[in-house]
């Protein structure tokens, strides 16, 4: 077992840990963040049975995509979806985390190839709407206005929501934070949504997360190392 390896089946035993405590329904969705790491890094942790892998980049995340073509990974776009970049997500990406405005959600819906099956989404909440992070504000009108215009979008699938916490938060803080996420995926529910999905939850925060809901972790330091600019 190499040291990458290593790092990956300990994040796989936190979250088995995790889940049990929290009495979870159903297992929890790691999403191993490569983003900057090689595509060989890739490759050696699908080797060791890791299927689901997320990026912030667009265009390494189409790079790897192209270079890693053979092995039937699941791609998450997690990072923030630019208009002039948007084709290379529809294209290559199974799944978006970073929702945030109609005219983006539009964009996916049109440029998402035929032959795909429709792209599954998530709306990202600002959950602590703090102005250097992107979002929609975590208010219900907001929410359901966007859900509202995903849901007449036939090649895109509205799946849950997305939410990076407050830096250097509490953990009371953290639970806050998603407890109330909780609370804006059961309005999505109760006006009628088939969502399900709490993406949240990263290196520093898993267990408290999945304590509160999470269905879907994004790891990236505690497997991969850690990168100067590391968020997850």
């Keep these: ?22 009495l979870a329904q159903k297992p929890v969705c790691l999403i191993a963040v490569s983003k900057t790491f090689p595509a060989a890094d890739i490759r050696a942790l699908y080797q060791a049975g890791q299927r689901d892998f997320g990026e912030n980049y667009i265009q ?61 989404v998530c709306i990202e909440i600002n959950i602590a709407n703090e102005a250097a992070k992107h979002g929609i504000a975590p208010e219900e009108s907001i929410l359901l206005t966007l859900a509202q215009t995903i849901a007449t979008l036939p090649r895109l699938t ?12 509490t953990e009371t803080e953290l639970q806050q934070q998603f407890q109330r996420m909780q609370a804006l995926l059961a309005f999505l529910q109760d006006a009628g949504f088939d969502v399900d999905v709490l993406s949240m939850g990263m290196s ?29």
């Design 1 to 22: 077992m190499t040291a990458l390896t290593a790092r990956w089946q300990s994040v796989c035993d936190e979250i088995h840990q995790a889940t049990t405590s929290a």
């Design 60 to 120: 390494e995340f189409a790079h790897k995509a192209t270079q890693l073509a053979d092995l039937d990974i699941t791609w998450h776009m997690i990072g923030h979806v630019q208009s002039n970049k948007s084709q290379l997500v529809a294209e290559h990406a199974h799944w978006v985390h970073s929702i945030d405005r109609a005219r983006i959600a539009q964009r996916l819906n049109a440029q998402r190839p035929k032959g795909l099956v429709p792209l599954n």
């Design 158 to 169: 509205l799946r849950g929501l997305m939410c990076v916490a407050k830096t250097n938060s």
């Design 204 to 232: 520093s925060d898993l267990p408290v997360a999945i304590k509160n809901g999470a269905t879907h972790v994004r790891i990236g330091r505690a497997i991969f190392g850690h990168r100067s600019y590391d968020e997850t």
